[in-house]
Structure formats: structure tokens, C-alpha cells
């Protein structure tokens, strides 16, 4: 079984919002929506469903962002 960064993917009402994508990285999601459904027993799910929780989790584990994030908030 492969340690995925990311479970589940919640079911929240999506905000829509286009965005180029290239093909390598389509088909790299694609692959990863195969895999994360296989581990979770589910049928295989859209692979653009992925980008928010990739995003939310690479923002909530990047420590210079966080830091940047907390200076700035201490100087408003």
C-alpha cells in the first residue's frame, strides 16, 4: 500500500476556477486520483478534485510560507 500525503477527498461545494494545466501534469493527477481511489476502495474520481487538498496541503507544510504568514500577520 502506497503512503499517499493526501486521504480521502471531502465532498465541499467547489468554487469554480480555470486554470491551464500541462499535459504531463493532467496526466500525473490523473494517475493519482487512479491510485488514491484504488487505496480507498472507491471508483476513480476527477482528477481536478485533487488540486485544492494538493494546495491546502502543500500551504499547511511549507514552513517559509507559514513564517512569512506570521510576520506579516504580527506587523498589521
Do not use: C, W
Not at 491510485?35 to 517559509?64: K, N, S
Amino acid at each position: 500500500m502506497a503512503k499517499l500525503k493526501l486521504g480521502p477527498i471531502a465532498d465541499d461545494k467547489p468554487v469554480k476556477v480555470t486554470v491551464e494545466l500541462p499535459a504531463a501534469i493532467h496526466r500525473d493527477l490523473a494517475a493519482y486520483a487512479d491510485i488514491l481511489a484504488r487505496e480507498a476502495g472507491q471508483p476513480a474520481g476527477d482528477p481536478v478534485r485533487l488540486i485544492v487538498p494538493m494546495l491546502e496541503r502543500f500551504m499547511a507544510t511549507d514552513r517559509g510560507f507559514a513564517k512569512a504568514r506570521r510576520t506579516a500577520s504580527a506587523d498589521r
